[in-house]
Each structure stands twice: as C-alpha cells, then as structure tokens.
C-alpha cells in the first residue's frame, strides 16, 4: 500500500534537522507515511531531452525516479525538505523538483496534491522555502505552508580552526553580507572578539521556538485537508453519479460519459473512443500505450474552451489523472 504522505529529505544528514522536522510533521498527521532520504537512492538532474513528452514518464536515466515518482503520484501529500547552502536550495532537492518536470506534461499529474515545505539553513531560509512553495503552485499542487528551522551551515563546521576570512561566518557577523540573516545573533560575540565555537550553533530543532509546534500544526491541518477533500471528491461523484462513489477511475470515467453523454462537454463521441482503446490496450498488455491514451483524453477535455457542465468536466479531468497515476508503474515498468 502507498503511503498518504510522502516526506522526501535532501539533507545528507541522516537524522538531521531536516529529517527530524519532516518526520514531525509526518507524524503529527496520523496518516500513513513513508520518508525518503535522496542520499539513500540515486535521481539524476534532469537532462532536457524530453523524451517524457508524450508519456510523462522520464526514460533518460537508469536512476530510482520512477519508483519515487509512482510514491508522489498515488500519495495525497508532499512533505519535501531541503538545506540552503549558499541562500539556495541544494542539490539533490533541487533534482526532484527537476525531474517531476516529467510529470507535468498534457495534465500536470501532481495537481491536487497537498504540499508542504522544510528548509532548513543558517541564515535565513525563508525565501528558499517560498521557492519551494512557488514550485508547488506550479505543480497545480496545493501548498499548506512551511517550516523553516535554523541549521548548522558547513562553514561553521568545517574543523579547521575557530576563525574564517573567506567563508560566510565572519563577514556574517561583521555586516559586510547585510543579505544575510542569522536568526540566532544572541549568541555571537562582538565582530573583533568572533570565534568558532560550539556555543554560536543554533539550538537543536527541538529548542528552537515555533519550530516543532509549527510542523505539528502542519501537520493536523495536512491531516485535514486530506479528508476535506476526500469527501469533497465523494460528495462530487455521488452529486453527479449516485452510487458510483467506489468505482475505479477508469470504470468512473465511463460510468459518466455513458450516463451523462459527451454533449455537456463539448465532445462528440472522441472521449469514449479513447477510453475504448485504453481498454483495449491495456488488455492487450500495453500499459505505456494505454497511458499515452489516457493523456490524450485529458488534453482533450482541458482543451475545450467552454462547457455547459463546467462540473462534470472538472470531474473527469480529475479521475483521468488518478487513471493515470494508477497505471503509471506498469507503464514505467
């Protein structure tokens, strides 16, 4: 079984504040979850050759995106948690976020899903964790908020003595980087007294005030939302089609377009012949196929203009994408 919420780390610190923040949030929610280190796996950067296009399924690398790009498609929720290295998102991140570009082609296949976002950095992640949630709304996804934990940045770790000239720690506290912002200056020394020590750390995650209230409020809300919709989605079908609630999207799709015909929609019979020939070919053993269909046929009602049943259209759009996404690890396969 797929877990409700997927929280995916790109800390390399196992265990870290990152780490110890998503699984906060995680636990908070009640749901099943599952978190994935990007340390643990191997995704590639994304190589722009868009071999995905037509089936949203990236072929460029022989990597573990698909395995985690199935766990994000059938999840209700994103937890994704970064560093900010250089007032950036890091690296491995960063290459999720690259190479969910493959999801979003014809239907944007992430829409729906709830989003929220952990950076932890320094000096101040806010902005990073906004990118982060400005990426969500992009998806189509729907971003709850953030939670953005101060961290210990390499620079005032490295070992090699208690004074830097060249990293980001002195001209921190001398002003000469006045875009940066350390949430924690209480515990610096005067600039012509400044040393590397232990004591100018951040706290750990779980002193840090709002830090773990604010993943746990995300968390109930993320909770929430979850069953919000759920019923909201229930409440639609059965508004639309009594009784029809439990069917498969694929079973649902054609349960409406035999009960309520194409006409409300714009369509003139070329839905049905596409969903006939997803049936077709998925019983022929053709998955990808079947899925390059199934996307055909969301392109198909995203395209038209106006509608008379702006509902039943919004309906539609959305179990074709969970017919998608049901089918998506066969298709990868």
């Given at each position: 079984?797929?877990?409700?919420?997927?929280?995916?780390?790109?800390?390399?610190?196992?265990?870290?504040?990152?780490?110890?923040v998503?699984?906060?949030?995680?636990?908070?929610?009640?749901?099943?979850?599952?978190?994935?280190?990007?340390?643990?796996?191997?995704?590639?950067?994304?190589?722009?050759?868009?071999?995905?296009?037509?089936?949203?399924?990236?072929?460029?690398?022989?990597?573990?995106?698909?395995?985690?790009?199935?766990?994000?498609?059938?999840?209700?929720?994103?937890v994704?948690?970064?560093?900010?290295?250089?007032?950036?998102?890091?690296?491995?991140?960063?290459?999720?976020?690259e190479?969910?570009?493959?999801?979003?082609?014809?239907?944007?296949?992430?829409?729906?899903?709830?989003?929220?976002?952990?950076?932890?950095?320094?000096?101040?992640p806010?902005?990073?964790?906004?990118?982060?949630?400005?990426?969500?709304?992009?998806?189509?996804?729907?971003?709850?908020?953030?939670?953005?934990?101060?961290?210990?940045?390499?620079?005032?770790?490295?070992?090699?003595?208690?004074?830097?000239?060249?990293?980001?720690?002195?001209?921190?506290?001398?002003?000469?980087?006045?875009?940066?912002?350390?949430?924690h200056?209480?515990?610096?020394?005067r600039?012509?007294?400044?040393?590397?020590?232990?004591?100018?750390?951040?706290?750990?995650?779980?002193?840090?005030?709002?830090?773990?209230?604010?993943?746990?409020?995300?968390?109930?809300?993320?909770?929430?939302?979850?069953?919000?919709?759920?019923?909201?989605?229930?409440?639609?079908?059965?508004?639309?089609?009594?009784?029809?609630?439990?069917?498969?999207?694929?079973?649902?799709?054609?349960?409406?377009?035999?009960?309520?015909?194409?006409?409300?929609?714009?369509?003139?019979?070329?839905?049905?012949?596409?969903?006939?020939q997803?049936?077709?070919?998925?019983?022929?053993?053709?998955?990808?196929?079947?899925?390059?269909?199934l996307?055909?046929?969301?392109?198909?009602?995203?395209?038209?203009?106006?509608?008379?049943?702006?509902?039943?259209r919004?309906?539609?759009?959305?179990?074709?994408?969970?017919?998608?996404s049901?089918?998506?690890?066969?298709?990868?396969?």
């Amino acid at each position: 079984m797929t877990a409700q919420v997927i929280g995916v780390s790109g800390s390399p610190m196992s265990g870290g504040s990152t780490d110890r923040v998503i699984q906060r949030v995680l636990q908070a929610s009640g749901l099943d979850s599952e978190l994935v280190r990007l340390w643990d796996i191997r995704v590639e950067p994304c190589s722009a050759c868009l071999a995905c296009a037509e089936t949203n399924i990236c072929t460029a690398f022989d990597d573990d995106w698909l395995q985690l790009a199935v766990k994000l498609l059938r999840a209700d929720a994103l937890v994704l948690g970064g560093w900010a290295p250089f007032n950036m998102l890091d690296a491995r991140t960063k290459t999720v976020i690259e190479r969910a570009f493959s999801l979003r082609h014809s239907m944007l296949l992430l829409a729906g899903t709830l989003g929220v976002a952990v950076v932890t950095g320094t000096v101040d992640p806010v902005p990073v964790a906004d990118d982060v949630l400005g990426w969500f709304e992009t998806e189509g996804m729907v971003p709850l908020g953030k939670v953005t934990p101060a961290g210990i940045d390499p620079c005032w770790s490295c070992g090699l003595g208690e004074a830097c000239t060249v990293g980001g720690t002195v001209p921190l506290v001398r002003g000469e980087y006045e875009l940066f912002w350390y949430p924690h200056r209480e515990r610096l020394p005067r600039p012509d007294e400044f040393v590397i020590t232990p004591e100018i750390l951040p706290p750990p995650v779980e002193e840090q005030p709002r830090v773990l209230p604010e993943a746990e409020r995300l968390g109930r809300s993320l909770a929430e939302a979850v069953r919000r919709r759920r019923e909201e989605h229930r409440n639609a079908v059965e508004q639309m089609l009594p009784g029809a609630a439990e069917l498969a999207p694929a079973a649902l799709l054609r349960a409406l377009l035999e009960a309520k015909g194409e006409a409300a929609i714009g369509g003139e019979g070329e839905l049905t012949r596409l969903l006939d020939q997803t049936e077709e070919q998925s019983r022929k053993g053709e998955p990808r196929a079947a899925q390059t269909t199934l996307l055909m046929l969301g392109r198909r009602l995203l395209w038209q203009p106006q509608v008379e049943d702006e509902a039943m259209r919004n309906l539609l759009v959305s179990e074709t994408r969970r017919a998608v996404s049901e089918l998506y690890e066969a298709a990868a396969g």
